[in-house]
């Protein structure tokens, strides 16, 4: 898959749930080595748009093209998955009795057989060379030996992250990722989402202004399943309709 132009391209999607269009003619695109913020009230349709990405839910019309030609329309989750496109839930879901390490480990070999199975093989030394770097990406280098379900809210999210880039996907996709977290944890994964950017192309949806501010350069503003303003925070911040639509529900920044 060649590097350049878009990694994502959605052309005139609608998704109809019995009438409602959740996506309503929506056209979006992501170029590699983008971090792309995607906001909007409640309800505008930005957790349907990252369903429509991984497969999850099937739109009535349009188009969804990954890299230059795959058509992703039709194809399963897991598919797309092995494509190249990796999700991280809001929700952390993680072997709470494993350690941080195994965590990684059976993440890097999910197509093994099983847990124990993979558990109990030994590791190369390029696959151990990559769990270290993951856990240096994911700020988790001192703690391979913990039991997930110890670390803090942000250090499991943090540990999901690092599961779903051991799977090298080109594309992915985070769902809210600082809910619950402190201030300090919410500036560590800015930073974190940041580098990953460096090597994958990253599409976050988010509620939270401050840490928009902190890590976009480009904003997507979604309302009523479709896209009403593109462009830097303070592009979006000027724009009267987005003035509008948050009037009374949020304030659009500081
Ligand atoms: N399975 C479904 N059946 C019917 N309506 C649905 C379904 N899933 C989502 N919707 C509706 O589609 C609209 C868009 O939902 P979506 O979850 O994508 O919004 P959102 O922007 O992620 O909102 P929030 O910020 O509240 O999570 C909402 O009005 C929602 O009620």
């Given at each position: 898959m060649s590097d350049k132009g878009s990694i994502i391209y959605l052309e005139g999607v609608i998704v109809d749930y019995d009438g409602f269009?959740?996506?309503?003619?929506l056209n979006f695109i992501v170029n590699y080595h983008e971090l792309r913020v995607v906001i909007g009230p409640n309800g505008a349709g930005k957790t349907t748009l990252l369903d429509v990405i991984c497969g999850k839910t099937k739109p009535v019309h349009g188009r969804v093209i990954f890299g230059k030609d795959v058509d992703l329309i039709g194809k399963r989750e897991d598919e797309i998955t092995k494509l190249g496109i990796g999700r991280k839930f809001q929700a952390p879901s993680i072997y709470s009795n494993l350690t941080v390490w195994e965590n990684l480990d059976l993440s890097l070999k999910r197509d093994s057989k099983g847990v124990f199975v993979t558990l109990l093989s030994k590791s190369t030394p390029a696959e151990r060379e990559r769990i270290e770097a993951t856990l240096e990406t994911i700020g988790l280098q001192e703690h391979p030996h913990r039991r997930a379900g110890s670390l803090s809210h942000g250090q499991k999210q943090w540990l999901e992250i690092g599961m779903v880039i051991l799977q090298d996907p080109a594309l992915l996709l985070v769902d809210e990722p600082v809910a619950g977290m402190t201030d300090k944890e919410t500036e560590q994964t800015g930073v974190l989402l940041q580098t990953l950017a460096e090597k994958h192309a990253v599409i976050v949806i988010e509620h939270d202004m401050e840490f928009v501010r902190q890590i976009a350069r480009t904003v997507t503003v979604l309302h009523e399943g479709t896209v009403i303003c593109e462009g830097t925070v303070d592009v979006i911040q000027a724009n009267e309709r987005v003035r509008e639509i948050y009037l009374g529900r949020q304030k659009v920044g500081h």
């Open positions: 269009k959740a996506l309503n003619n």
